[in-house]
């Protein structure tokens, strides 16, 4: 199985405070991600911290490798950066599920259609109704030249934009690809049951 990396750095300029503290449902984001990455078999788990970053890491299971971003404000670059590094010490570990903390609606079921491709050489991104979204599966190959690309808030965009080795995985019926950036979105997500994940 791929390593799962979770990107919980971010200020949440729009949220007015640190998505990754943002609590839905009674629970903070940053452990209802880290819950569905190990659900859905990822490991080792690894997450990027920048803004708070002590409370954070407060949050997280003891088996869970906190790597703080020190350069997070620049933005998902620095995170994705800083993760890959982390993992890159890991011999064993030859791919990564890369998941946002402010996407509730990504179920284990997606992250698991993703890493059933995992291997080193493979470069997948979940897709919503043929539209490609997150999370993104990166084969250890790729980890190099994508922390090179990795700039500003883009990420792994333009690294995958146009890739003829990128694989897009259709997620739509099990998961849910919006963000929640502002508390009028999170006010507007309930607790209603996502799509059927079995």
Known sequence: MPAGLLLAAGAGRRMGGPKALVRLDGEPLVLRAVEVLRAAGCAPLVVVVGAAADEVRLLLPADVTAVEAVDWAEGMGASLRAGLATLREEPDVDAAVVHLVDLPGVTAAAIGRLSALAGPDVLARASYGGRAGH???????????????????????????GNPALTLVECGDVAEPDDVDTPEQLARRTSSPLPDAT
Do not use: K, N
């Open 135 to 161: 999370p993104v599966l990166l084969g250890r190959s790729h980890w190099a030249p994508v922390a090179l690309s990795a700039t500003g808030d883009a990420g792994a965009r333009g690294y995958l934009a």
